[in-house]
């Protein structure tokens, strides 16, 4: 891996301030209308595109910007606090969809898709999750066969984020043989002949479009495959890695989200005669919140910094994906409880930040798949 372009300090505090000024003027106030909707506006893509959030990071030439880990970390950490898991997952779907298209796209497909993605003009998704399961990726059994100048895709995607809305999905199909040496990726236009897709209905991340994908006979160019035919298990490798320390960052400023709800509520609501913080059972949840919240994050940043170096640290991504999601579940388990009540009623960010923590211990390599990915890689 290469270093990442880092950016100073000045420019670091620049960005948060711009995330935080577009959070609070124009997602905060809308967030509970989407939830209830089902769906954010696709304006809110250009939007961002607009400020340049959607390009951070990636390369110059097709309208990024320079931006390393740790200023993926203050986008998430400014976004999330508008307390929608679904937000951040459907606003920031190239984050996990594009980079196979930047690193291992042709020149005319780069220059076609990247910086209308960057602009958000076109919406870009990635599938690799199949109905036969997730977990597995080695044995996925979506087909794609090549004939004259297309591949024919059979087979289908289940759980993929912003799959409906996509112009754009980058797909992990079989080209080969089993196993791993038989995957390639493709990169297959929403408009492609022979793609259906149907809406899926789930527990959180309400406002953020979840579809599963039928491929029938599906055409696509042949100049769509990224990168070799079956060299594809790779590049999902490496793309999970990215999406690990994001779903980590995603976890942790969430945590943080409930710690600063639940202080809040606790100064202002009275029992027995007293403000709930005046409680020390209360003043001792919040201080367990805070102590699972420092750690993590402390380790968020030095491994974020050392990706950022060229490191990649699988075992401890994997390590740290998980105690930053046991982190948010322990804290919006505990915030619903100090909300009472409250915290069971739709409305409040607590409530809806609880439903939301189980797709972060799921998505993106599930925690027991990261527990045996990080004990391999340490030989145990
Ligand atoms: C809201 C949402 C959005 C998502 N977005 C995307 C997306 O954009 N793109 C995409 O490709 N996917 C997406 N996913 C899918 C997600 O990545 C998968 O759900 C996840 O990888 C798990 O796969 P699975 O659901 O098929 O579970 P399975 O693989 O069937 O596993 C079921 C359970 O068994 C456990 N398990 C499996 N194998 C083992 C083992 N060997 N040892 C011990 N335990 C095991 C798993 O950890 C899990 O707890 C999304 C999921 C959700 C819920």
Redesign the pocket.
């Known amino acids: 891996m290469t270093a990442a372009p880092t950016i100073d300090e000045n420019e670091r505090s620049a960005l948060r301030e711009l995330v935080r000024r577009f959070v609070d003027a124009e997602v905060s106030p809308h967030v509970d209308a989407w939830e209830a909707a089902g769906e954010f506006p696709r304006a809110l893509y250009r939007r961002a595109g607009e400020l340049g959030l959607l390009g951070l990071g990636f390369p110059e030439e097709y309208g990024g910007l320079p931006g390393d880990h740790r200023s993926m970390i203050i986008l998430t950490e400014e976004l999330a606090r508008a307390a929608s898991g679904g937000l951040i997952?459907g606003l920031l779907?190239h984050g996990?969809g594009l980079p196979p298209i930047v690193h291992f796209g042709s020149d005319a497909l780069k220059a076609e898709l990247v910086p209308a993605i960057l602009a958000g003009e076109k919406i870009c998704?990635?599938?690799?999750?199949?109905p036969g399961?997730?977990?597995?990726v080695a044995n996925l059994t979506t087909r794609a066969r090549r004939e004259g100048d297309e591949y024919i895709v059979d087979g289908s995607?289940?759980?993929?984020?912003?799959?409906i809305r996509a112009d754009v999905i980058t797909t992990?199909v079989r080209t080969g043989g089993p196993g791993i040496a038989g995957i390639s990726l493709l990169a297959i236009p929403g408009d492609a002949p022979g793609l259906t897709r149907t809406p899926l209905k789930?527990m959180?991340?309400r406002c953020?479009d979840?579809a599963a994908l039928y491929f029938d006979g599906c055409r696509v160019p042949a100049g769509n495959l990224l990168g070799e035919e079956n060299q594809g298990f790779l590049a999902i490798m490496r793309n999970f890695n990215g999406e690990r320390l994001m779903i980590a960052a995603m976890a942790i400023a969430f945590a943080q989200v409930c710690l600063d709800e639940s202080v809040a509520y606790a100064r202002e609501r009275h029992t027995f005669g007293k403000p709930l913080i005046r409680h020390q059972v209360i003043r001792h949840k919040l201080v367990d919140m805070a102590t699972l919240i420092q750690p993590a994050r402390a380790m968020l940043y030095d491994l974020a910094a050392r990706v950022d170096r060229g490191e990649w640290p699988i075992a401890e991504v994997c390590i740290l994906k998980n105690a930053a999601t046991t982190c948010f579940e322990r804290c919006a388990g505990e915030a619903v409880q100090i909300f009472g009540g409250a915290g069971y009623m739709e409305g409040t960010r607590v409530e809806r930040l609880y439903r939301e923590t189980k797709?972060l211990s799921?998505?993106?390599?599930?925690?027991?798949?990261m527990k045996?990915l990080a004990a391999r890689q340490m030989g145990w």
């Not at 799921?362 to 798949?369: D, L, S, T």
Request: aromatic share 6%; net charge negative.
């Open positions: 997952a779907s996990i998704a990635l599938a690799i999750t199949e399961g997730g977990s597995d995607k289940i759980f993929i984020t912003s799959g992990a789930k959180g991340w953020s979840t797709v799921i998505g993106g390599g599930a925690e027991e798949i045996d």
